[in-house]
């Protein structure tokens, strides 16, 4: 039962990420400019944000990624201990039928719960709702930011890497 409890914690976690996202995203500069000028310290701290997006759509990727990973990685091993041998039982089958029937048991509901309960509610939700979802994650999203950074600082140094490297491959294969 914890396993269950993992699962449905991480597509919670999910779901309010991916709330958060589409909201940030949604969400415009004018109408945050007008509340950070009305004094709204939430939208000031938004407005920073949006300075660098790519940074703040980086660290909520990072923790939808992980939560994501977190509940496909509980959810395959509990398919294993729990339901094979049950599986075998029941059907007698070999001990890979059954592993292989355990897991589909599992990712076929995960998925499903992950898409609508962990994606397309939330998405939906925020995008009829942006500002105050945007403005009600502010706080989290700054703490959020600190507790990623050294990630995204690594993420972000990569992925400038491998740009450049490609980018002065392809002017080498220009040139001939």
Same mark, same amino acid.
């Given at each position: 039962m914890?396993?269950?409890?993992?699962?449905?914690?991480?597509?919670?976690?999910?779901?309010?990420?991916?709330?958060?996202?589409?909201?940030?995203?949604t969400?415009?500069?004018?109408? %945050?400019?007008?509340?950070?000028?009305?004094g709204?310290?939430?939208?000031?701290?938004?407005?920073r944000?949006?300075?660098?997006?790519?940074?703040t %759509?980086?660290?909520?990727q990072?923790?939808?990624?992980?939560?994501?990973?977190?509940?496909?990685?509980?959810?395959g091993?509990?398919?294993?201990?729990?339901?094979?041998?049950?599986?075998?039982?029941?059907?007698?089958?070999?001990?890979?039928?059954?592993?292989?029937?355990?897991?589909?048991?599992?990712?076929?509901?995960?998925?499903?719960?992950?898409?609508?309960?962990?994606? %397309?509610v939330?998405?939906?939700?925020?995008?009829r709702?942006?500002l105050?979802?945007? %403005?009600f994650?502010?706080?989290?999203l700054?703490?959020?930011?600190?507790?990623?950074?050294?990630?995204?600082?690594?993420?972000?140094?990569?992925?400038?890497?491998?740009?450049?490297?490609?980018?002065?491959?392809?002017?080498?294969?220009?040139?001939?």
């Amino acid at each position: 039962m914890i396993e269950l409890a993992v699962i449905v914690i991480c597509i919670l976690a999910n779901a309010a990420l991916t709330c958060y996202e589409m909201a940030f995203i949604t969400v415009s500069r004018r109408q %945050l400019r007008e509340k950070a000028q009305a004094g709204n310290r939430r939208a000031a701290a938004l407005l920073r944000h949006r300075q660098t997006p790519e940074r703040t %759509l980086s660290i909520l990727q990072v923790g939808i990624t992980m939560v994501s990973l977190i509940s496909a990685a509980v959810g395959g091993a509990g398919a294993v201990e729990w339901f094979v041998p049950y599986i075998r039982e029941v059907l007698d089958v070999s001990f890979r039928t059954a592993e292989a029937i355990a897991i589909a048991g599992v990712v076929l509901p995960l998925t499903f719960a992950t898409v609508v309960i962990g994606e %397309l509610v939330p998405k939906a939700f925020a995008l009829r709702r942006a500002l105050p979802i945007a %403005l009600f994650g502010a706080n989290a999203l700054g703490v959020v930011a600190r507790i990623f950074a050294p990630i995204v600082d690594h993420f972000e140094g990569s992925t400038a890497y491998i740009l450049k490297w490609l980018m002065r491959r392809q002017k080498k294969s220009q040139q001939h």
